[in-house]
């Protein structure tokens, strides 16, 4: 293993010679390789660079060492390597007995000698709708397909050097800068005034994020809007390409979009579940990108595998938190304590799984720190293999430079690093790192060893003097008569100095090490010069390194992951289960109605049978008598489990942006509504804009990925929206300009765009081959096509009449009015048009176009004909909706029955999800609830939350999680103190505070 | 229409007569007359049940609250008596630390009179915005709600609240306690660094002592303020305050974690204040030092997430029990939040979901009436079903607790039958008859 500390303090010795070694490189060897197209001033300086390094122990890749072997290199090129290689008469002969050759390293995320771009300067403080960038450029500022970092590329020295002295020769530079960012460049660390010798390969990758960065525009202002942005990108690159002469338009970053697909892609898409986002994205246009990780990636294990991508991993491992004050450390996050245990495991459990890693210095504070962070991910089982693989043929490959670096292999560039033995022992020094031919000192490579025990006799007292230690650093201590006098030595490569006092006696020594002997000059207390020498007496001999601490492996087991990682996760997927429940009172929603002392029993994920009597069979029996057993509750309307933003909401129209791109299973509030018998929900795009995204159905299933979680075959949904904050009313001053900003100009939203959508939809169909996709069209086309369908915000009725006018103008139907606040005021027309309400129960006040609101808007619609169900929009809400169900025979007297299917089956219709879920009948899902009261009594807990027949929730699972997590959470903490008390960094404890969303969330969550 | 139903609409249509117009409940001058209540189950508020009640009420004050089993009536006492088998009678409820009447459409600026401009206001008076007429009111007052301390809730020090009840015909007339409270906000010790994004982190708070060492200092040069008898120049915060240094005002300090709290009480002792916590939302883990001070708290909306994601799923739901369990005196509220004054109408539904956590009903009925009224000193008038007390108080069909139950049908405040319709009702009514539903 390496000796971090002992690099380190290498490293600060090194400096001063570094410096002046850097100042001859550059004046004397840096002429070797010179622009060739450049004029000289002067007598021209041309050199050969070549060099042989002989009796190495040269690591020509992970795969492959070569003993006692010779590295030839000639005009920054390798040009031999192996045994018994004949050496040109005027190579440069290096001795490297007992050292050992490394290829160096190569960073893959890097911003190594790229400016920042400035961000646009706006004028106007309004909604910035368009592009501030002048010229033929792509229409949002965040696509920057045609920045080339090659050609903003400057060598910057510091950088260098600090990268060198990690052990990097070369790195992939880009510009971090929005969501098509350009292509980036392999760049060897030369420094400032070295370009032309620096680069490796321009235009080596192509970069992309999910970040808009520097961009003044509003679009997107979410995860999912960037998702469809480079989605429709894709579709464009494509459509660009069939255009044909002459072109309508001309779109310069699209022409460079086009050129770069050929290239690797790396993308920076932020955590592991985005990482899986890109990846399926990018398996829909036929690209796999490399993912520049951020270290959560442990925690998609299984997920990233199976989408095959690489990873270029950072090794910014969390300092333990300062958890001495109980209630400070209480409010950390679960998952962040967590993540101090894991994520030094992150490269070793993706390596392990088989999934490609490069490692990075990218997330360190400074490259200086990754030698050590290396050393604790390889604590954490990254093997030795992997980790050089990492760090060379895989970063490499990835970057597709493996003809040039990545191994010690003719015809490569020479990238090496020369060190005193094996890369990973403790003891071992990194001498000297060579980038292209050129040596970059970083300790005395071929040092003379003078360590040992020496006699000295000053004024006819004789001194033991023991020069000991590390070779490169070594240790002074001086005896008389075995008593150790206080004294202090220091060695500068051949000469040393030496200083101790014997009693009055006090002789300061400077000397040197001239062929085997040590002498010198030396000065007493009174100030009489006098000269010395020392005798070697005693060969060195290293001691046995007692102090060092036993290396702490620590290996983690991904089994034990919890899933999701989060507080209340569990390590295994709840078994489906056939169990019968024995004499409820059960809620069938069908025609047998409410069962008194009734039996049901599930299998295979359905409900088997729901009668009196029923043989158990070899089910499970729940003794539910005194209880109360529901189809589970479906949240029409939920923002829950939900990433980086709930709106997009900057255009008019974002009906090409989905939420179910951004599902986030690892969103507490799934487990918190399971407690409160929630087993469905649609997951809804905000209300900023009329034309909003695309929903998403899942299952709440705790722990799945959220691919998994997505309820298979629902229909597709979209949302709409009308009124106030489509006109942006209670949105300030800024918002004055987009269109619309009235009810009026609501309608002709909508009339424009399924005027287009059905004219493209007639062009798509004619197969016009200069059709170009859009997404947005395509999705509201299907909504032409009755193949998706409408949630649509409302609250007032003049819009919601005029909305299904539109819709009867087109041809479909609108199908559920959700919040629907005056529903009950065109109760009438909606029956006729067959739309169904999905509404509050009492919410009203909170605006103006709530005014009229009343609680008896459901019962109304309800007796009314209007399929109508309750919805939350809400995480607090969402959790209790069975309550709110029953306002609605407070409000307006209907049945009981008849209100808890407002939370049930009538949400299930709304859905299209009526065949499988929202009641208890035979065949259907047994995504149930058992009850410990009246259902729609505030009394009322769900005792168990079942989906498909596995058990997500109960009171007895619930109290057992409670159990595991106090005590990991305490386990963690005691670790956490342990590493305190041992003096290493810490970090003060912080909350998270967490984000529940509604429909009117507004902020740009996009950058 | 069942034969109690119309006994009652008889007795209230008499009542009616004896008192007035009904036009939205608006209160004429003092009631007079008398009534009985007879049968009903008395929820007295002080988590007492008297299962078969006697309930006389005589001049706008209860005259007789006893067991009807056990004590000799004469019904001929009373101008009527109204039956009330198989139903409830409660204290009305009183919602604390209430914005109602202050703001009446959320999002309308010209409707909101909640927050003032600067960060120490103690002269700011709620009373005299509170607005009567508000559309809100009625939908509270057929839900129970019939008291309300109504608070300002800008800045560090929002300034004075009142007390009123909800069948005012103006502010004056509607006040039951003019001034009754100074609000202050505790500072947070972490502070929200980029509250925009998803989980934002909560980072320590670096003005924490700062602008602590100011609250402190303020209400030091008030409490000095406060000997002088004629002070020159004039201040009007510290004049304001006056009324907090001699115990004839109390100041409610909302505060949320354990810390905060401890801090608060530091202060509320430091200046012998007569204080009450609000909010205090972790109140449960320091109930030892509640206790041993005596601090009473109103707990905010038990409808509430939990605070960390590693917290019980239930901790705002069993909150309550926590602290009854360790004896704290404590109320509930939906406080004064962006939605609070119209979600106030399911105040008796925040106390009921304590319930199945722990919390004994009678208690969660005391919850919003008689230890809300004691908190706010106003025992002696209303709160619980006691003779002497106003007669501010309601007739349920089932358990107010409990959506599922809680029919209200009649409401009385000091003593006045309240006009239950409103403005929601109203539209009701005028669609089921476009409908032609029943």
Not at chain 1, 286 to 296: E, I, M, Q, R, S
Not at chain 2, 288 to 293: E, R
Request: proline share 4%.
């Amino acid at each position: 293993m390496i000796n971090v500390l002992y690099f380190r303090q290498a490293f600060s010795r090194a400096v001063p010679t570094l410096f002046s070694l850097l100042a001859l490189l550059l004046t004397a060897n840096g002429l070797a390789i010179a622009q060739t197209t450049f004029p000289t001033n002067g007598v021209r300086d041309e050199r050969s660079g070549l060099h042989a390094f002989e009796n190495a122990s040269i690591v020509v890749s992970p795969e492959q060492t070569l003993e006692g072997a010779t590295l030839l290199i000639r005009d920054g090129k390798i040009v031999g390597v192996g045994k018994g290689l004949a050496i040109p008469a005027d190579a440069v002969r290096h001795d490297c007995s007992g050292q050992y050759l490394y290829p160096s390293f190569l960073d893959l995320f890097s911003q190594y000698g790229v400016a920042n771009k400035q961000p646009y300067e706006r004028a106007s403080r309004q909604e910035a709708l368009d592009s501030e960038r002048p010229g033929a450029w792509a229409w949002n500022e965040a696509l920057l397909p045609e920045f080339d970092a090659a050609t903003a590329f400057e060598g910057d020295d510091k950088a260098a050097e600090a990268m060198r002295a990690a052990g990097f020769g070369a790195v992939l530079t880009h510009r971090r800068d929005g969501i098509a960012r350009g292509t980036g460049a392999v760049v060897l660390l030369r420094g400032k005034g070295q370009e032309h010798g620096s680069l490796v390969r321009e235009r080596a990758a192509a970069f992309y994020s999910f970040r808009k960065g520097s961009s003044t525009q509003e679009y997107p202002g979410s995860l999912m809007g960037a998702i469809a942005l480079l989605r429709q990108t894709y579709l464009d690159g494509k459509w660009y390409a069939r255009q044909t002469l002459p072109r309508k338009e001309v779109n310069l970053s699209l022409e460079a979009w086009n050129n770069t697909q050929t290239l690797p892609a790396f993308f920076e898409a932020g955590d592991h579940y985005s990482a899986l986002r890109a990846a399926i994205m990018g398996k829909e246009f036929g690209v796999a990108y490399t993912f520049l990780g951020d270290g959560t990636e442990y925690r998609s294990l299984n997920d990233l595998k199976a989408v095959g991508s690489a990873f270029v991993l950072p090794l910014n491992f969390p300092a333990p938190y300062k958890v001495s004050d109980p209630l400070d450390a209480n409010m950390v996050s679960y998952p962040e304590l967590l993540h101090w245990e894991w994520a030094p495991a992150n490269a070793a459990l993706l390596s392990q799984a088989g999934i490609p890693i490069a490692l990075t210095t990218n997330g360190l504070e400074n490259p200086g720190m990754f030698r050590e962070a290396l050393k604790k991910a390889m604590d954490h089982g990254l093997s030795e293999k992997a980790a050089l693989a990492a760090l060379t043929t895989e970063p490499a490959r990835l970057a597709g430079v493996s003809a040039e670096l990545g191994t010690l292999e003719a015809g490569k560039r020479a990238n090496f690093l020369r060190c005193s033995g094996p890369l990973w022992d403790k003891e071992t020094h990194v001498l000297e790192n060579w980038v292209g031919g050129e040596r970059y000192g970083m300790e005395w490579a071929e040092a003379s060893d003078y360590r040992g025990k020496y006699a000295l006799e000053l004024n006819g007292k004789r001194y033991a003097l023991e020069i000991g230690g590390n070779l490169h650093g070594p240790d002074f201590t001086v005896k008389r008569d075995s008593a150790l006098l206080p004294s202090e030595g220091k060695q500068d490569r051949d000469r040393l100095t030496l200083s101790f006092e014997d009693q009055e006696a006090h002789y300061r020594l400077s000397g040197w090490w001239m062929e085997g002997t040590l002498s010198g000059l030396g000065q007493d207390q009174r100030g009489n010069w006098f000269n010395w020498t020392a005798t070697r007496t005693a060969a060195f001999e290293p001691k046995p390194d007692t102090a060092a601490k036993k290396d702490e492996k620590r290996l983690m087991d991904p089994a034990a992951l919890p899933r999701p990682f989060q507080a209340y996760g569990g390590t295994s997927a709840p078994a489906q289960e056939s169990v019968l429940f024995r004499n409820a009172t059960v809620w069938t929603n069908g025609k047998d109605g409410v069962l008194e002392g009734a039996d049901v029993l599930i299998k295979n994920g359905k409900i088997s049978k729901v009668g009196r009597s029923i043989n158990a069979g070899d089910a499970r029996v729940v003794d539910a008598t005194g209880k109360h057993l529901t189809a589970g509750i479906i949240d029409e309307h939920s923002h829950i489990a939900i990433s980086r933003g709930v709106n997009e909401g900057t255009q008019a129209s974002t009906a090409e942006v989905r939420i179910g791109d951004v599902i986030d299973p690892s969103d507490v509030d799934i487990y918190r509504q399971l407690s409160g018998g929630v087993v469905a929900s649609q997951l809804l795009h905000g209300s900023a804009n009329p034309i909003g995204g695309q929903s998403a159905l899942i299952k709440l299933r705790w722990g799945a990925s959220a691919e998994q979680m997505k309820i298979e075959g629902a229909d597709g949904f979209i949302k709409f929206a009308l009124g106030e904050n489509v006109k942006q009313s209670n949105w300030g001053d800024n918002s004055t300009v987009r269109f619309p900003q009235t009810r009026m100009g609501v309608e002709q939203v909508f009339v424009d765009h399924f005027t287009r959508a059905r004219e493209y939809g007639r062009r798509k169909a004619a197969g016009d081959p200069t059709l170009r996709p859009d997404l947005d069209l395509e999705a509201l086309l299907e909504i032409l096509e009755k193949k998706r369908f409408i949630t649509c915000h409302s609250y007032v009725q003049s819009e919601i009449n005029m909305l299904m006018k539109v819709a009867e103008q087109f041809g479909f139907r609108i199908n559920t009015f959700t919040h629907i606040l005056e529903g009950y005021k065109v109760a009438d027309k909606m029956k006729a048009h067959g739309v169904g309400a999905s509404t509050f129960s009492d919410w009203w006040a909170y605006k103006y176009e709530v005014i009229d609101a009343i609680p008896h808007n459901a019962a109304l619609l309800h007796k009314m004909g209007v399929v109508t169900a309750i919805n939350s929009d809400d995480a607090e809400m969402g959790r209790r909706l069975n309550q709110e169900a029953a306002k609605a025979v407070k409000y307006g007297g209907v049945s009981e029955e008849e209100a808890l299917k407002m939370v049930t089956l009538n949400p299930a219709i709304l859905l299209h999800l009526d065949d499988q879920m929202g009641s208890i009948e035979t065949g259907k899902e047994a995504s149930i609830v058992l009850w410990t009261d009246h259902p729609l009594s505030v009394y009322a807990r769900a005792e168990q939350t079942w989906i498909d027949g596995r058990l997500y929730f109960s009171l007895d699972k619930d109290t057992e999680a409670r159990k595991t997590l106090a005590a990991e959470r305490n386990r963690i903490m005691l670790r956490m103190m342990d590493k305190a008390a041992e003096g290493g960094p810490t970090r003060e404890p912080e909350a998270e505070h967490e984000h529940n969303y509604h429909c009117d969330d507004l902020e740009d969550e996009g950058r | 229409m069942n034969k109690l139903t119309t006994t009652l609409l008889i007795a209230l249509l008499l009542l009616i007569g004896l008192t007035g117009s009904p036009v939205q409940g608006q209160q004429s001058p003092s009631p007079k007359g008398s009534f009985l209540l007879l049968g009903a189950v008395a929820h007295l508020g002080n988590g007492q049940v008297i299962e078969n009640s006697a309930i006389g009420v005589r001049d706008g004050r209860f005259t007789l609250v006893a067991d009807a089993t056990v004590i000799r009536i004469n019904p001929a006492e009373y101008d009527t008596v109204i039956t009330g088998t198989g139903q409830h009678v409660y204290p009305g409820f009183i919602a604390a630390v209430s914005g109602l009447g202050l703001i009446e459409i959320g999002a309308v600026r010209a409707t909101n009179d909640a927050s003032e401009v600067g960060d120490y206001n103690p002269h700011i008076r709620s009373s005299i915005a509170f607005n009567t007429d508000s559309k809100v009111l009625p939908t509270l007052r057929n839900n129970g709600i019939l008291i309300a301390q109504v608070i300002p809730s800008g800045g560090t020090i929002s300034g004075f609240s009142s007390v009123v009840h909800l069948n005012g015909w103006n502010w004056e007339d509607a006040l039951m306690a003019e001034d009754d409270a100074l609000h202050l906000h505790w500072q947070q010790l972490l502070s929200r660094e980029g509250w925009w994004v998803e989980n934002a982190r909560l980072e320590s708070n670096e003005k924490y002592h700062t602008n602590t060492d100011k609250l402190y200092a303020f209400f030091e040069e008030a409490r000095a303020y406060a000997q002088n008898p004629s002070p020159a120049p004039v201040n009007l915060r510290f004049e304001a305050m006056k009324g907090i240094f001699d115990g004839s005002k109390k100041v409610f300090i909302r505060c949320y974690e354990a810390k905060e709290i401890a801090e608060a009480v530091r202060f509320g002792e430091a200046f012998g204040l007569d204080y009450v916590l609000v909010d205090a939302g972790q109140a449960w883990q320091v109930t030892d030092l509640l206790k041993q001070y005596d601090v009473p708290v109103i707990l905010e909306q038990t409808h509430r997430l939990p605070p960390y994601g590693h917290s019980d799923v239930d901790q705002p739901f069993k909150t309550p029990a926590l602290l009854k369990a360790a004896g704290v005196r404590f109320g509930l509220s939906v406080g004064s939040g962006w939605d609070a004054f119209w979600q106030t109408r399911n105040l008796s539904y925040h106390a009921g979901q304590a319930v199945p956590f722990g919390l004994d009903p009678e208690v969660a009925v005391a919850s919003i009436t008689g230890n809300l009224a004691e908190i706010l000193g106003l025992e002696a008038r209303c709160g619980t079903l006691t003779s002497g007390l106003e007669a501010t108080f309601l007739l349920s069909e089932g358990d107010v607790l409990d959506m599922r139950t809680s029919r209200i049908t009649h409401a009385w405040i000091q003593g006045q039958a309240v006009d239950l319709d409103d403005h929601q009702r109203v539209l009701y009514r005028r669609y089921m008859s476009k409908y032609g539903l029943e």
